[in-house]
């Protein structure tokens, strides 16, 4: 792959008129999937050429258990059932098995990006990365829905911070997005899509790639950063080698049990700068003095007594009431108001307004250790 870096103005791509990062990577000639059509063309392989290949959908594993020994690893769904396997693979995003070695070596983050309509050929196609921090990137991609306007779609992406961090400002990073390709990109029509995602950054920015630490039959593929297609795949070539036994020289790069010795500063201030905040939010009062006052449509973390409860109200009047102790390490989730979820600021657990785990480590609801739903019509106060 061609990758360029360029550093001066005069080497930017088209329209950068008053740009604060003179660097950039420019990475041409890009082959671009269609992450759902890559999916479908893999499922068919899978189970239309390969004998015995079934696919489950909707089956929740709770646990993971390795027997430390040949006789291989079982699950347990969450309705209960065993499933035996000599090995398996945990390609759960973040690995439900961990509670905290892998959680110390990576950071889960939200990221921003907005689809603008371009006329086609307008911006040489390829990927751009600048160097800031946190970075941006652009790239170009057909219109699907469209495909004879004449038009293509500029997406423009960054703006990534700590999932559960600084929530107040995240409509603010759209702004700042679309300030920034505007003012890079005067050509940029009309704003087609915007939306978020998660990606979880490794400190030492490699991906973990192999057997999980600890165990003798599992094995994990995380840490993707913003390139998870690539590296998954570089993780199914590597880790089909460990299990049978052959040698590949890419085994200790990725090797989940590495060491973060080449930064153990930014290690140490990464796991100060989550836990710490995280734990505080116990002593700290509530973001709502009174549920009667929450707009429907919205939510808040409030205090019981001794307790933190998350609260939304649905858009009926009816609040859902459940527990704000995220289940993988009992750290407090926050109320994100732009995507009405509640994300734990700890590793980036993230949950739906109504509690449930939509986001690992965690591997359970908020629900599950505590949940009330009050009707608007069995309170005394009426809900417009
Ligand atoms: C805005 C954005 C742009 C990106 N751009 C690129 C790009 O250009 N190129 C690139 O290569 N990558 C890109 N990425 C990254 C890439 O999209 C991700 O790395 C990738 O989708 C992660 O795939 P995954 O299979 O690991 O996780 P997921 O897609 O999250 O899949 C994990 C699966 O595990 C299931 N699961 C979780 N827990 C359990 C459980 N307990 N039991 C059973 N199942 C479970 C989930 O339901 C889910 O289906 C981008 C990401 C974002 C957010």
Same mark, same amino acid.
């Given at each position: 792959?061609?990758?360029?870096?360029?550093?001066? @103005? /005069?080497? +930017?791509? #088209?329209?950068?008129? %008053?740009?604060?990062?003179? =660097?950039? &990577?420019?990475?041409?000639?890009?082959?671009?999937?269609?992450?759902?059509?890559?999916?479908?063309?893999?499922?068919?392989?899978?189970?239309?050429?390969?004998?015995?290949?079934?696919?489950?959908?909707?089956?929740?594993?709770?646990?993971?258990?390795?027997?430390?020994?040949?006789?291989?690893?079982?699950?347990?769904?969450?309705?209960?059932?065993?499933?035996?396997?000599?090995?398996?693979?945990?390609?759960?995003?973040?690995?439900?098995?961990?509670?905290?070695?892998?959680?110390?070596?990576?950071?889960?983050?939200?990221?921003?990006?907005?689809?603008?309509?371009?006329?086609?050929?307008?911006?040489?196609?390829?990927?751009?990365?600048?160097?800031?921090?946190?970075?941006?990137?652009?790239?170009?991609?057909?219109?699907?829905?469209?495909?004879?306007?004449? @038009? /293509?779609? +500029?997406? #423009?992406?960054?703006? %990534?911070?700590?999932?559960? =961090?600084? &929530?107040?400002?995240?409509?603010?990073?759209?702004?700042?997005?679309?300030?920034?390709?505007?003012?890079?990109?005067?050509?940029?029509?009309?704003?087609?899509?915007?939306?978020?995602?998660?990606?979880?950054?490794?400190?030492?920015?490699?991906?973990?790639?192999?057997?999980?630490?600890?165990?003798?039959?599992?094995?994990?593929?995380?840490?993707?950063?913003?390139?998870?297609?690539?590296?998954?795949?570089?993780?199914?070539?590597?880790?089909?080698?460990?299990?049978?036994?052959?040698?590949?020289?890419?085994?200790?790069?990725?090797?989940?049990?590495?060491?973060?010795?080449?930064?153990?500063?930014?290690?140490?201030?990464?796991?100060?700068?989550?836990?710490?905040?995280?734990?505080?939010?116990?002593?700290?009062?509530?973001?709502?003095?009174?549920?009667?006052?929450?707009?429907?449509?919205?939510?808040?973390?409030?205090?019981?007594?001794?307790?933190? &409860?998350?609260?939304?109200?649905?858009?009926?009047?009816?609040?859902?009431?459940?527990?704000?102790?995220?289940?993988?390490?009992?750290?407090?989730?926050?109320?994100?108001?732009?995507?009405?979820?509640?994300?734990?600021?700890?590793?980036?657990?993230?949950?739906?307004?109504?509690?449930?785990?939509?986001?690992?480590?965690?591997?359970?609801?908020?629900?599950?250790?505590?949940?009330?739903?009050?009707?608007?019509?069995?309170?005394?106060?009426?809900?417009?």
């Amino acid at each position: 792959m061609t990758v360029q870096l360029l550093d001066s @103005k /005069e080497q +930017l791509p #088209v329209y950068p008129v %008053d740009y604060p990062s003179p =660097h950039w &990577l420019k990475f041409s000639n890009q082959g671009q999937f269609h992450p759902l059509k890559y999916l479908f063309g893999i499922s068919q392989i899978l189970t239309k050429k390969l004998q015995n290949c079934k696919i489950y959908t909707n089956t929740h594993v709770n646990e993971v258990v390795d027997d430390e020994s040949d006789k291989g690893v079982y699950v347990i769904t969450s309705e209960g059932k065993r499933v035996d396997g000599k090995k398996i693979v945990l390609g759960t995003y973040a690995p439900i098995n961990d509670r905290i070695t892998m959680y110390t070596k990576m950071a889960e983050y939200r990221t921003y990006a907005m689809a603008f309509e371009v006329e086609k050929g307008i911006i040489p196609r390829a990927l751009y990365w600048d160097t800031d921090k946190p970075y941006n990137y652009h790239r170009l991609t057909d219109d699907d829905t469209n495909p004879q306007s004449g @038009k /293509e779609l +500029l997406i #423009v992406g960054g703006k %990534d911070n700590l999932t559960g =961090h600084n &929530l107040g400002e995240f409509e603010d990073r759209y702004t700042d997005l679309e300030d920034l390709a505007r003012k890079k990109f005067p050509v940029a029509g009309k704003l087609r899509y915007r939306w978020s995602g998660q990606v979880i950054e490794p400190i030492d920015r490699l991906p973990f790639l192999g057997l999980n630490p600890g165990n003798k039959n599992v094995y994990i593929i995380t840490g993707d950063s913003g390139t998870g297609m690539t590296n998954q795949t570089i993780g199914a070539l590597l880790i089909k080698d460990l299990i049978y036994g052959i040698k590949n020289p890419w085994k200790h790069i990725y090797c989940p049990s590495r060491k973060m010795t080449h930064n153990p500063l930014e290690y140490i201030k990464h796991n100060l700068e989550v836990s710490i905040p995280s734990y505080l939010d116990y002593v700290k009062p509530g973001d709502c003095p009174d549920i009667e006052e929450l707009k429907p449509g919205d939510g808040c973390i409030i205090r019981e007594g001794l307790w933190k &409860l998350a609260v939304y109200k649905d858009t009926n009047g009816t609040l859902y009431k459940f527990s704000a102790i995220c289940p993988h390490l009992k750290a407090l989730v926050r109320y994100n108001p732009l995507e009405k979820t509640f994300d734990c600021p700890f590793h980036g657990s993230r949950f739906d307004r109504f509690g449930k785990a939509i986001n690992g480590p965690a591997n359970s609801n908020l629900t599950e250790e505590y949940c009330e739903i009050i009707p608007a019509k069995t309170r005394t106060t009426t809900v417009e």
